[in-house]
T-cell receptor, first 111, second 113 residues
Framework: DAGITQSPRHKVTETGTPVTLRCHQTENHRYMYWYRQDPGHGLRLIHY???????DKGEVSDGYSVSRSKTEDFLLTLESATSSQTSVYFCAISRENQPQHFGDGTRLSIL | SQKIEQNSEALNIQEGKTATLTCNYT??????LQWYRQDPGRGPVFLLLIRENEKEKRKERLKVTFDTTLKQSLFHITASQPADSATYLCALDKRQAGTALIFGKGTTLSVSS
């Protein structure tokens, strides 16, 4: 398996609190992605990064921010969590025009 | 806007038969299309990639076709086994830096013995 670690794997928090999810890779891949997966919607791209400090928005970026200060780490932050952000979050990595490799997800519940 | 449809949410077949999953897309011309497998509680795992200039790709019991005129890909699993039971996702590239993908909602395949 590609070396991708997501942390935490599970988190329960309250509405209005900030939440940060971490994705760590040991593959030195240039591209990193954050997706959310919800029943009836499939995987939807939140943000992605094409290099250190280079990020761009995906289709469901509202309410989320990201940072990538070094190649191996890509952080996803919910500044003020809402119940609609309850979901399973997946990180993925890839080389350019190559398949993506996914982590095993973070299950986030916002009460 | 770009749209991908996997036209079956669920597919049930008997062991040994060929499973055929369909992926249709509109308003787009992808450079390539990918298929992934996802097991419950796990992240998707890459299976096959087929490029716009390729008609067919094979890997062991898996076969993918890509018809850019019909805007359709078919994913076949021959001699299916209960271990093939999973959700299968198709994904298209967005022809931009970052190789961000658009995913279909997936088809859940159940193979009974």
């Amino acid at each position: 398996d590609a070396g991708i670690t997501q942390s935490p794997r599970h988190k329960v928090t309250e509405t209005g609190t900030p939440v940060t999810l971490r994705c760590h890779q040991t593959e030195n891949h240039r591209y990193m992605y954050w997706y959310r997966q919800d029943p009836g919607h499939g995987l939807r791209l939140i943000h992605y990064s094409y290099g250190v400090k280079d990020t761009d928005k995906g289709e469901v970026s509202d309410g989320y921010s990201v940072s990538r200060s070094k190649t191996e780490d890509f952080l996803l932050t919910l500044e003020s969590a809402t119940s609609s952000q309850t979901s399973v979050y997946f990180c993925a990595i890839s080389r350019e025009n190559q398949p993506q490799h996914f982590g095993d997800g973070t299950r986030l519940s916002i009460l | 806007s770009q749209k991908i449809e996997q036209n079956s949410e669920a597919l049930n077949i008997q062991e040994g038969k060929t499973a055929t999953l369909t992926c249709n897309y509109t308003n787009y011309s992808p450079a390539y299309l990918q298929w992934y497998r996802q097991d419950p509680g796990r992240g998707p795992v890459f299976l096959l990639l087929i490029r716009e200039n390729e008609k067919e790709k094979r890997k062991e019991r898996l076969k993918v076709t890509f018809d850019t005129t019909l805007k359709q890909s078919l994913f076949h699993i021959t001699a299916s086994q209960p271990a093939d039971s999973a959700t299968y996702l198709c994904a298209l590239d967005k022809r931009q830096a970052g190789t961000a993908l658009i995913f279909g909602k997936g088809t859940t395949l159940s193979v009974s013995s």
